[in-house]
């Protein structure tokens, strides 16, 4: 489900947006604020802002250009106004699209799917996608798949398998692997690594009758091409 920042200092039209979205089926937060607003922007994951210009703190067209500077979130502007230039600002900071107010909440929910789509189809696009064999990784989204079967990887399963899969053809040590899959506070304790080679292993290599994980005695694990 999409999550949506909706950032507008006028409290009935925050909260008539809300109720719509949730209507539709999105998670919605909401900020009255422009610095606010855009630290939620970047920091709390959403999938779409929808960006009033006129705001006490920072206006829209600023918050606008300094979430471009962090994230490439899909942003739609909101304007009060029937002014061309505060559009063509909006455009310029990285606005991906504007409404002016007071537009129909069922435009407003047309563009925001048509952004949505936009977003995810960039995704797929630019997705890093590794491939070694029938083993599958797509690291925009995070999955993995022998053939046509997804994997049902844990979190630190996927982060392993992405990193050997990304380093192929090298010999990683468990000390490596470590550093670069675990936090600090599994640090010095080796075993962990062998543990979830086995968990690998057990939904990989015995799960489908194949050989990708090799283990290099006496130094740690390989994936070959
Ligand atoms: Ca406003």
Partial sequence: MAKILIIEDEVKIARFLELELKHEGYEVIISGEG??????????????????????????????????????????????????????????????????????????????????????????????????????????SRSAYYKDDELTLTKKEYELLEYMVRNKNIVLSREQLLNHVWDYEYFGDTNVVDVYIRYLRQKIDEKYGVHIISTVRGVGYIIKD
């Fill in 35 to 140: 610095r606010e607003g855009l630290f939620k922007a970047i920091n709390e994951n959403v999938d779409l802002v929808i960006l009033d210009i006129m705001l006490p703190g920072l206006n829209g067209i600023e918050v606008c250009r300094r979430i471009r500077m962090e994230s490439q979130v899909p942003i739609i502007m909101l304007t009060a106004k029937d002014d061309v230039t505060d559009k063509v600002a909006g455009l310029d900071t990285g606005a991906d699209d504007y409404m002016t107010k007071p537009f129909a909440i069922e435009e407003l929910l047309a563009r925001i799917r048509v952004a949505l789509n936009r977003k995810a189809n960039q995704k797929d696009t630019k997705s890093d996608k590794l491939q070694i064999g029938d083993l599958r990784i797509n690291s925009a």
